[in-house]
Structures are given as structure tokens and as C-alpha cells.
């Protein structure tokens, strides 16, 4: 069964960047679609972005249009996303998650197309 484990978040000031990996393990990253989803405090848990079984990317949200990007590499069985022109709105804790998905496309930004998930990694904006 795959297991993904999310971490790089932290504490930055606005204007700066981060960059968080998704690691995998217990199965081939190259079959899953990986996504990643914030939640704030108070509010629903919200996709970010996603990186298809091959590299493929599809934003999920238009407040980080141009500022996230996802990536992967799977000889490495990781995913990441980086994150620049960060702001105080990105506060959140980041999540990954995975499904099985051996074609190169994301699928909807719902969390019900995700089986797997990760505990999650807090990204503070805030000077």
C-alpha cells in the first residue's frame, strides 16, 4: 500500500518561497497521480495543484496561478511544489495525497478522487 509523507514547510516571510516534497513508499510513484491540497484554519480543505503519473501538471487553484508549481521525480519517489511570491493567505497546512492513476492527466480536485494522504506540513507566511 503507498504511503506518502509530506514535509519542507516552515516559517516564511511574504515575497519568499518554499519548497515542499511529497515521498513515497510501498509502491511505484510512476502509477499514482499525486496531489496537493492547504487547509487553513476554519475553512474546507482546498486542492493547490497536481502532478500527473509522468510529470503532467494541472492547477487546481487560480490564487496560486504563477506562483506554485508541482513537479515530480519518480526514480526518486517524490513529488514537490514549489512555492514562490508566497503570502499570508497561503498560510495552511500542505497535504499530499495519491491515486492510482497510470495516465498522465489529474483528476478533479475533490478529495473523494484521492485514496492516500499524508499527515500534512504547516506553511506559515508572516513577517
Known amino acids: 500500500q503507498l504511503r506518502v509523507v509530506e514535509s519542507g514547510g516552515g516559517l516564511v516571510q511574504p515575497g519568499g518561497s518554499l519548497r515542499l516534497s511529497c515521498a513515497a513508499s510501498g509502491d511505484t510513484l510512476s502509477s499514482y497521480a499525486i496531489g496537493w491540497f492547504r487547509q487553513a484554519p476554519g475553512k474546507e480543505r482546498e486542492g493547490v495543484s497536481c502532478s500527473g503519473n509522468v510529470g503532467g501538471t494541472r492547477n487546481y487553484a487560480d490564487s496560486v496561478k504563477g506562483r506554485f508549481t508541482a513537479s515530480r521525480d519518480n526514480a526518486k519517489n517524490t513529488v514537490y511544489l514549489q512555492m514562490n511570491s508566497l503570502k499570508p493567505e497561503d498560510t495552511a497546512l500542505y497535504f499530499c495525497?495519491?491515486?492510482?492513476?497510470?495516465?498522465?492527466?489529474?483528476?478533479?480536485?475533490?478529495?473523494?478522487?484521492?485514496?492516500?494522504w499524508g499527515q500534512g506540513t504547516q506553511v506559515t507566511v508572516s513577517s
Open positions: 495525497a495519491a491515486t492510482y492513476l497510470q495516465a498522465d492527466i489529474c483528476p478533479e480536485p475533490d478529495i473523494l478522487e484521492y485514496d492516500y
